[in-house]
């Protein structure tokens, strides 16, 4: 058990790993100084309803040519396809969701990956095979959730 808060007021927490940190301070800078392949599971974007249905999978790292649903901010309801996952920013570019500087020129707005939802996949054979991977990780757990028979007997023992 360890006690964090700030100034006077202490809170517990409890720790669960002795080799991670729970440290802010760390967790911040490891955020913020992730390299490229890091930020691109950071980076991740939730399915659809139908997507996640279909793959049985809640959600994957963007990427290029993904066709995405804007679904908080200013852009909300804007639908489009990814033109630029800008992981040093941790943004990506989606198409005619621009703005207009004042020297004339338009630029492309970044909107965060987590307010996003896929409508569309680009599916390369990387992308089945790490579909594919997280389907099974899945479906061996259960995560929690009870079969028609348990649920049958958890009844019957009142």
């Given amino acids: 058990l360890l006690f964090v808060g700030c100034g006077g007021e202490k809170a517990a927490k409890m720790k669960y790993s ?37 793959y049985g999978v809640r959600a994957v790292p963007i990427r290029k040519d993904d066709e995405v649903q804007v679904v908080r901010g200013t852009y909300k309801q804007r639908e489009g396809k990814v033109v ?18 004042v020297n004339g020129a338009t630029v492309n707005v970044g909107i965060d990956p987590s307010k996003v939802i896929i409508t569309k996949l680009k599916l390369d054979k990387d992308r089945k095979a790490l579909l594919e991977r997280k389907k099974g990780a899945s479906t061996e757990k259960g995560k929690g959730k009870f079969t028609e028979e348990e649920v049958q007997a958890m009844q019957d023992v009142d």
Avoid: N
């Fill in 84 to 101: 630029q996952v800008y992981r040093r920013k941790w943004v990506i570019h989606i198409e005619r969701i621009t703005r207009e500087k």
């Fill in 18 to 54: 002795a080799r991670v940190s729970s440290s802010r301070r760390k967790s911040r800078k490891a955020h913020f100084t992730a390299p490229s392949s890091v930020r691109r599971k950071l980076m991740s974007a939730p399915l659809s309803a139908e997507l996640r249905q279909k």
